[in-house]
């Protein structure tokens, strides 16, 4: 969920709020967030204030704490691409056994034998040139890495922007609450009045009756302003990832929020959109994590590119071996042997005669060959230089390159998307928050001249010259002026702040 998108969410959550959907829609509470999965943590005592929700939230919420591990994942991720432009290494070991007739690996002679033999080699390899493809690919890893840690910057804004919706919607439910209740006691007395004037024979018993209604239908909009007051309550303990038994013992502190007519003019000349939407798309995570997605699209192209290259790879290594049926011939200390030389002689019947001379030769052993004189005896040692050149892989590298193109346009385009919603929810804040200003004027200006209008109405009704009905009509007018200048002034106080919050202000009250 990106933050403009989150502007309209949580601006539609304050105006369900108002006194026209409570009495359109059921009381239903909120889809429980991604924090209330998680166990609670026990609330901290004393009443909480904007910025203290806010602060616990960015350190407990499981949203906040999973986009920290995705950026964890990502940095893991990068150290494995720079680690491949390393030379790879290894060392490999084999023992066998074979029986009957088997060929001595050695000396390549069959023999029925039982032959026990070992293997042992170290070969390692490195790429000389890939077509840039593992440079690039390291490059953009530390692309996606930075984007992946400014998405934490992201979900925490996105988290903030949430708490300090729910706790504006808390402070809307109380104060409506606050309202009720003065109304309603303004009522029982109004009841108890009337009770007495019945007695005296000065008011019909119509007049009691109006009056004893308008005090349930009070009575309803109380408990209706608690209902809210709750769910507010609970979400705001789930954006906070507290226990929500601890939502019965949860306080906030209740500020003194500006009177918005205070602001006269203000909020046409000191707040300006371009400005705000210039300041918002320099600092806002969400813009610069579009910007290195693009940056990675296009580091994406020359890896694809890379593939069109030739592959030059070089490898080397060193092996030995054993054999348990090799042997070693050694002198003999036992002397040596004679062997005779022989001359051609045509008159002897074999054709031959033996001479005078004789040859010497050395008698040899046969002994065991050692594990390790074998290990050192049967060593070799290899170099290989290997070079790939592709001419024709069914049409992937271009397949390829053409997929890598398209996704660069893809992060291009939603680039443009994040900027564009955001200098829309900024002008579309700036125009509510006029707007609203405007509203808790007129309504102001209404509820003055209904407060008057209802107090004559009042002394009409207490004299008898005002029946029930339009007594009650009167007061129900003067209720729905107050509960719309308030909806204005917390629609007021939260769009400015997200104004402010763009220009990277605290969320404070």
């Known amino acids: 969920m990106n933050a403009p998108g989150t502007m309209a969410v949580l601006v539609g959550a304050l105006l369900a709020a108002s006194p026209a959907a409570r009495a359109q829609a059921p009381a239903t509470p909120p889809a429980p967030p991604a924090a209330a999965l998680g166990n609670g943590v026990p609330a901290p005592a004393g009443p909480w204030t904007l910025q203290s929700a806010v602060d616990y939230a960015l350190k407990n919420n499981l949203t906040v704490r999973q986009s920290e591990l995705t950026a964890q994942q990502q940095e893991a991720a990068q150290r494995l691409n ?63 890495a930075q984007a992946a840690r400014i998405d934490i910057d992201k979900a925490r804004n996105d988290l903030s922007l949430n708490v300090a919706s729910s706790f504006l919607q808390l402070l809307l439910a109380q104060e409506l609450i606050r309202a009720s209740e003065a109304r309603l006691g303004s009522v029982q007395e109004q009841v108890t009045r009337s009770e007495k004037l019945l007695k005296a024979g000065a008011v019909a018993e119509g007049n009691l009756l109006d009056s004893r209604a308008q005090l349930a239908s009070e ?65 806002l995570p969400e813009i610069k994590a579009a910007d290195l997605r693009v940056q990675s699209a296009r580091r994406g192209i020359d890896i694809a590119r890379g593939a069109y290259y030739p592959r030059l790879t070089v490898a080397g290594g060193v092996q030995t071996g054993f054999s348990s049926v090799r042997t070693q011939s050694v002198v003999s200390s036992s002397g040596f042997s004679t062997t005779p030389i022989f001359q051609p002689n045509p008159s002897s019947p074999t054709g031959f005669s033996e001479t005078s001379f004789v040859v010497l030769q050395p008698k040899f052993d046969r002994l065991d060959y050692k594990f390790l004189d074998q290990l050192a005896d049967n060593q070799g040692e290899f170099v290989q230089l290997s070079l790939n050149i592709p ?90 002026a107050e509960s719309d200048m308030i909806q204005a002034k917390y629609e007021f106080v939260f769009r400015r702040k997200v104004l402010e919050f763009y220009e990277g202000k605290s969320l404070t009250l």
């Open 219 to 283: 009575e309803r909009t109380l408990v209706t302003a608690q209902n809210q007051r709750d769910l507010a309550q609970l979400a705001l303990v789930q954006n906070l990832n507290l226990d929500p038994a601890s939502a019965g013992r949860f306080e906030v502190v209740v500020p003194v929020l500006p009177d918005p007519s205070q602001y006269g003019a203000t909020t046409a000349n000191v707040l300006d959109p371009n400005a705000t939407f210039e300041l918002a798309r320099q600092r």
């Open 391 to 480: 001419i024709l892989n069914g049409l992937q590298t271009r397949v390829g390159v053409q997929r890598s193109q398209i996704n660069l346009q893809q992060n291009e385009l939603r680039a443009e998307q994040v900027t564009l919603q955001l200098r829309q929810t900024i002008q579309q804040s700036f125009a509510d928050a006029l707007a609203a200003q405007r509203r808790y004027e007129a309504s102001s200006r209404q509820v003055d001249a209904l407060t008057l209008a209802f107090r004559n109405a009042e002394i009409r009704f207490n004299n008898g010259l005002l029946n029930g009905t339009d007594f009650n009509i009167a007061r129900n007018n003067l209720t729905a």
């Open 82 to 144: 720079r680690a491949a432009l390393l030379p790879t290494a290894g060392l490999s070991g084999s023992q066998g056994f074979n029986f009957g007739t088997n060929r001595d690996p050695f000396t390549n002679q069959f023999q029925q034998l039982n032959v026990r033999s070992n293997n042992f080699s170290a070969t390692a390899q490195a790429t000389l040139f890939s077509g840039f493809q593992l440079r690039n690919t390291v490059k953009q890893g530390v692309l996606d």
